[in-house]
């Protein structure tokens, strides 16, 4: 639903919105503050999106939360919004799991899988949808001559779907465990939603696919605040992604001007990362593949990389060991800012997952999304179009490496260092986008069938421009990443003078 403005993307702009201007207002949250913020949103007697005002209500509190970092609830919690809030000044509140939760008295409860007959079945003299059934689970209704699922008996296999001349006949799954490449979302005994955190590596498909808004992941808005507001040198790295999520007018002088009038020290863009990351990533393709590696795949999405490790652990050292742009910016944002702090700001729920690894944590401080973030300029009514640009020089990043978003421009850019300095190796490439898909990927890979091949896998479908925490359609982003890509002043990663300091940060 990216690009298309919901009720669903308006509430949660509104509660980003609400939770920031908080943060901005009090150094502690008062508890009155936290309670109001519910009425803020949804005024009145009747509800804005569902009929039941109290019911709105409860699910903003819940929403309000997370957005501060603090735990969901579920309704037989007898508590207030606003219990426990000081832990919201707590870094350790945050990195409490789940990330991604599933707000139980907000979820619809949809069926997980069912086929059934719509009204614009015709009644029709042939019936094929009761001839391709293998379980006879298709009667007539002698009344009117329309089939009948007998729903004891169906399989979901579709096949009465695939030959009904009227597609009359519906297969409808949950969205949100339809768009779970890990199976990792199930019905609990009340028919609501539940994640297996075994399984879950926190992509975020399923919360921006759920259609009533009921998943929700924490959030890091109140503290990256507090960190600005307390004198902390704090630095934003702004993913590839970036390009156009704050609107169409909105240049990268402009969003510089913008960070910084709310704060932050400066802006750096993870693009340099991903040079460094495709430095590696090829340096490393070249010393074990195929000699001591079957196949490498590439590292820098973290639920590919999870997942790889999760359901194929005998080849998770396949899955290159370069660490990913993210850390590798921050890393040399702290190597040139010594009391520096770190928010990485980006489309991906599972950068957040990564940012609580203990390697990474050091690195890292805060990591918000590209709507997150929407809700910080909003509490502090910033008009990020109307800025005047910032003089501050255009990232040394390439081309390659800022199409480091879109999906096959991470195998991209590898090849073309490894074409560059390696002009006789020939490389061959593979590359997946979406879980599901990547997961066939794996198991092709598994068989043998990609000796010698560098594997690009990216959870999201489209790339990094399709995360969790983006706004823009896809095409849109993927076109706008392109164009911005082509005015760098190199082409291969290899080419930037960040690259010189890859060995300073890797040992």
């Known amino acids: 639903m990216r690009g298309v403005e919901t009720r669903i993307q308006e ?62 609830r579920d309704a037989t919690e007898h508590a207030p ?21 599933v707000i139980k008295f907000a979820c619809n409860g949809c069926h997980e899988k069912r086929v059934w007959v719509s009204d614009g079945c015709q009644g029709c003299l042939a019936h094929p949808c009761v001839e391709v059934c293998p ?110 999520q704050f609107g169409a007018k909105v240049t990268p002088g402009k969003l510089r001007a913008a960070m910084k009038e709310l704060g932050f020290t400066d802006v750096f863009e993870v693009a340099i990362g991903a040079d460094l990351c495709a430095e590696q990533e090829a340096e490393d393709f070249i010393k074990e593949v195929p000699e001591k590696l079957p196949f490498m795949a590439t590292s820098c999405c973290p639920a590919w990389s999870v997942m790889a490790k999760k359901l194929f652990p005998d080849y998770a050292n396949c899955i290159s060991m370069a660490l990913t742009p993210m850390t590798l910016t921050a890393r040399l944002i702290k190597k040139q800012n010594k009391n520096a702090k770190v928010v990485f700001i980006g489309p991906c729920a599972a950068k957040k ?54 999906s096959g421009g991470v195998a991209k850019a590898v090849e073309n260092v490894i074409h560059e300095k390696y002009p006789d190796r020939e490389v061959k490439i593979a590359n997946a986008e979406g879980l599901k898909e990547c997961r066939k990927l794996l198991t092709v890979a598994k068989a043998g069938k990609y000796n010698g091949y560098l594997l690009e896998g990216m959870a999201c479908p489209g790339g990094c421009v399709a995360g969790a925490g983006t706004m823009q359609s896809i095409k849109k982003s993927q076109t706008a990443v392109n164009k911005y890509a082509a005015m760098a002043g190199h082409t291969v990663a290899s080419q930037t003078e960040y690259v010189k300091e890859l060995e300073k940060l890797v040992y």
């Open 11 to 72: 509430i949660r702009h509104a509660i980003f919105t609400e939770v920031a201007k908080m943060a901005y207002d009090t150094d502690i949250p008062a508890a009155n503050t936290v309670e109001e913020i519910p009425y803020h949103i949804i005024p009145g007697e009747t509800g804005s999106f569902r009929s039941d005002v109290f019911l709105e209500r409860a699910i903003v509190g819940e929403r309000v939360r997370l957005a501060m970092g603090l735990p969901c």
């Open 81 to 101: 919004i606003s219990d426990n809030v000081e832990l919201a000044d707590k870094p350790e509140t945050y990195y409490t799991p789940p990330l991604i939760n």
């Open 135 to 244: 379980k006879g689970a298709i009667t007539l209704d002698r009344t009117n001559g329309r089939s009948i699922i007998d729903q004891k008996k169906c399989v979901k296999c579709g096949r009465c779907a695939d030959v009904c001349s009227y597609h009359a006949i519906i297969i409808q799954e949950r969205p949100c465990a339809a768009a779970c490449g890990m199976d990792a979302i199930h019905s609990d005994k009340n028919g609501k939603a539940e994640i297996d955190y075994e399984k879950c590596v926190s992509c975020g498909q399923c919360l921006v696919n759920c259609p009533f808004g009921a998943i929700s992941d924490k959030s890091q808005i109140f503290q990256v605040i507090r960190a600005i507001q307390s004198g902390e040198q704090v630095y934003a790295a702004l993913a590839p992604a970036f390009v156009g």
């Open 353 to 406: 997952l990564e940012a609580m690894r203990r390697t990474v944590k050091s690195e890292v401080d805060f990591v918000l999304t590209f709507e997150e973030m929407t809700g910080i300029f909003a509490a502090k009514n910033i008009k990020v179009e109307l800025l005047e640009e910032d003089p501050a020089g255009v990232s040394d990043a390439s081309a390659d490496g800022r199409n480091f978003a879109v």
